[in-house]
């Protein structure tokens, strides 16, 4: 018993080590970067590296916020990003409730397609979504672009979502059903309240990759009206200057959207991953 004792313990010694680590990996660029965002500029570009700052300012967030247009850049992906999620909310719950309650002739092909359409890079549908965009006058709008990351996030949200759906019991719809309710009131009283949880979680992770996109929002908007805020600071970095302190203040505050939504919907998000992970 002393040997399988001390064993577990050692197990657990070292379980912990390895989070450390990984916490340790994952949080020290974040560290890093607020404390170049709060260092003057002599400590920023330097022969020998400094690691912590000798003089605290925030002339940098102070300059970023007010010397260019990055409040209108973050105000244009806040927009876009609601877009998104509103779009795969109302198309893909719709579809991956259908995908999950029928059988239909060719479901499996459209599953694989979904599969097969997240596989791509992004990049190969740079061109074809620039030529469609400017047919139909959506190039450089804001949400042309919102359209644009729903052709490859509405996938991942009905494929997730379909797992939700599929753990929720049939037989309450049955029973809705025989009170007389429609197949949508019975989803939408009944299925869609026990899989909230999995919405929550779902919708998180399509905000947060929209959020952070680059690629399209590069290419398909050329106006500040419709940049974000990731090109933005993309552009701020001249042929002849990099300024380290203003972009590290623009990713910081690019930064608190994401940890507000977090901490506004974290218990519902980890109930539904693991919701998700536990599913028969």
């Known amino acids: 018993m002393a040997t399988i004792s001390k064993s577990s313990r050692n197990w657990d010694i070292a379980t912990y080590a390895v989070l450390v680590l990984l916490a340790i990996f994952c949080l020290f660029p974040i560290v890093w970067t607020f404390l170049t965002s709060i260092k ?22 102070v300059k970023i916020w007010t010397q260019s247009d ?15 999620v509103v779009i795969c909310l109302l198309t893909g719950t719709l579809a991956s409730y259908a995908f999950a309650r029928f059988n239909f002739p060719g479901r499996g092909s459209l599953m694989l397609g979904y599969l097969v359409v997240r596989m791509f890079p992004a990049v190969l549908m740079i061109i074809p979504l620039f030529v469609v965009m400017r047919s139909v006058g959506l190039l450089d709008s804001k949400f042309g672009l919102a359209i644009a990351y729903t052709s490859f996030l509405l996938p991942l949200f009905v494929w997730m979502m379909k797992g939700f759906f599929d753990a929720a019991p049939k037989e309450l719809e049955s029973a809705a059903r025989i009170d007389g309710g429609t197949r949508f009131s019975a989803m939408w009283q009944i299925v869609v309240p026990i899989t909230r949880n999995g919405l929550v979680a779902t919708s998180v992770f399509v905000a947060i990759a929209a ?20 090109v933005g600071l993309q552009l701020m970095v001249g042929e002849f200057q990099l300024p380290w302190g203003m972009l590290a203040a623009g990713g910081m505050i690019s930064i608190v959207p994401v940890v507000v939504m977090f901490a506004i919907v974290q218990r519902a998000m980890v109930a539904g991953i693991t919701a998700g992970a536990v599913k028969g």
């Open 40 to 61: 003057v500029d002599a400590d920023i570009v330097t022969q020998t590296m400094v690691y912590l700052p000798t003089r605290f300012t925030f002339d940098h967030y």
């Open 70 to 84: 990055y409040p209108v850049l973050v105000f244009n992906s806040l927009v876009v990003t609601s877009i998104t």
């Open 211 to 230: 959020w952070n996109e680059f690629l399209f929002a590069l290419m398909l908007t050329t106006s500040q009206g419709a940049r974000t805020w990731p």
